[in-house]
């Protein structure tokens, strides 16, 4: 078994350095007070037993020289909180094995054992307590019974004053691991933002230095990106301008053959070589960032004129389920995504099913299915790659241009939404779109 997973540990920075910092705090806290009342008692010892020397002895030393009759009356004003004194024999007992009996004894021997010969036994019960015995000069038996007190009492006010203690201590950490890892929440939510549009706020460059630092290295790698998504764009964008017109001379050129065969053949290359051109730039644009701008519509009149389009074209394409409100998205992006979806359905399994699912935990699933032979399981996130076909063969059209899933994919990342592909029970393939709802 884990031994992380018997101490429960948590799984945010937030709540590590928290627990971390709590936990140290609060031992060195307790070992600074264990510390202190250690050394307060021994302290108090200390001093106890000083005093109970000094008033053992001189205690003695006054009932010694009081007349027997009168002793009597003065034991009640010689007792103290720790000791009193019994004229009698008192209780035997064994030898105290108790540390702090044992320096009491040792104390009160140093203060009268020279002039009075005593014996000491400890008394058996639940609390610590002895009982020092002698004989006065004219041999009256003295009992002094001790019951040594191992330290000073707690205050009533200390346990309430730890308590607001730790209430500090445990606030203290609170705000300190809030301010040290507010940067890092703030650099995650702006690193998960940073979508194809490269749009991410910018990280204030302020705070500590290791904290202006991260987030001019953040803004800093923003930029280049940007940049090289930019220039990509324009290559592509270029190249596509520059072939349209040896495109078009070839096209002119192929019109006034006299071979019909061979110009229908380089009319279909001609075709195709446009269309690898036109989805290279639009894949380009969607990886640059979508310019729509989001606005409410009814997802509904779109998915029925979509497939209107389909029907009115002769495609085998249905529509089941419908959302029942408006929606925030873009909804030109999310036409070309389930063009392409739908597309693919109709080229690989002959028709297409789009299945809306209703509103639901602020999400809104969207569904193409197909009975077509389906994707292999390792494939399933290759496809999304550009130019990634499962065709050996480099027709275009079997294969395609290997970017049409890449263009969906990256058009449902400027939407905040999600696509996947899984295979279906008996057959198939479900192209799943999973969109956002803003609140």
């Not at 280049?224 to 190249?239: K, V, W």
């Not at 990256?410 to 295979?423: E, I, P, R």
Request: hydrophobic share 45%; aromatic share 6%; glycine share 8%.
């Amino acid at each position: 078994m884990n031994p992380r997973s018997l101490l429960h540990w948590p799984r945010t920075l937030f709540a590590r350095l928290a627990l971390i910092l709590f936990v140290s705090l609060a031992l060195a806290q307790g070992l600074s007070f264990w510390l202190t009342m250690t050394e307060r008692d021994q302290s108090m010892t200390n001093v106890m037993m000083g005093y109970i020397e000094r008033e053992v002895a001189s205690s003695v030393a006054l009932l010694d020289h009081l007349p027997p009759v009168e002793r009597a009356e003065w034991l009640p004003r010689l007792a103290r909180r720790s000791y009193d004194f019994i004229l009698g024999p008192g209780i035997p007992g064994n030898p105290p094995d108790a540390r702090l009996s044992a320096r009491v004894a040792e104390s009160i021997g140093e203060g009268i054992g020279t002039q009075y010969p005593l014996t000491v036994n400890a008394i058996p019960g639940d609390r610590e307590r002895l009982q020092v015995h002698l004989k006065l000069s004219d041999g009256t038996p003295l009992t002094i019974d001790l019951r040594p007190m191992p330290g000073t009492p707690l205050s009533r006010w200390l346990p309430l004053v730890l308590m607001v203690q730790l209430a500090v201590l445990a606030i203290c950490c609170w705000l300190a691991v809030r301010v040290a890892t507010r940067p890092l929440h703030h650099l995650a939510l702006a690193a998960d933002t940073l979508g194809p549009d490269l749009k991410a706020a910018r990280l204030p460059e302020d705070g500590p230095s290791e904290v202006a630092l991260a987030a001019r290295a953040f803004n800093a790698m923003q930029d280049r990106i940007s940049m090289y998504m930019t220039e990509r764009m324009q290559i592509l964008a270029a190249i596509s301008h520059d072939l349209q017109t040896p495109i078009t001379r070839m096209r002119l050129r192929v019109d006034v053959m006299d071979d019909s065969a061979q110009s229908a053949k380089l009319q279909q290359d001609l075709r195709e070589m446009e269309s690898l051109v036109k989805e290279g730039v639009t894949y380009a644009r969607t990886l640059h960032g979508a310019a729509e701008v989001p606005c409410r519509i009814d997802p509904d009149a779109l998915f029925d004129s979509l497939v209107f389009d389909y029907v009115d074209a002769g495609q085998p394409v249905s529509l089941q389920g419908r959302i029942g409100s408006s929606l925030v998205t873009r909804p030109q992006a999310l036409r070309r995504i389930l063009g392409n979806l739908v597309d693919n359905a109709l080229k690989y399994g002959g028709a297409a099913e789009i299945v809306v699912g209703a509103l639901q935990d602020g999400q809104v699933t969207i569904s193409v299915l197909d009975r077509g032979p389906g994707i292999p399981a390792e494939s399933l996130e290759a496809v999304f790659e550009p130019f990634y076909r499962l065709e050996a063969s480099r027709n275009r059209h079997t294969g395609g241009t290997g970017l049409g899933l890449a263009i969906a994919r990256q058009l449902a990342l400027a939407m905040d939404a999600t696509l996947s592909l899984n295979n279906r029970t008996g057959g198939g393939l479900e192209a799943r779109l999973t969109l956002k709802v803003p609140r």
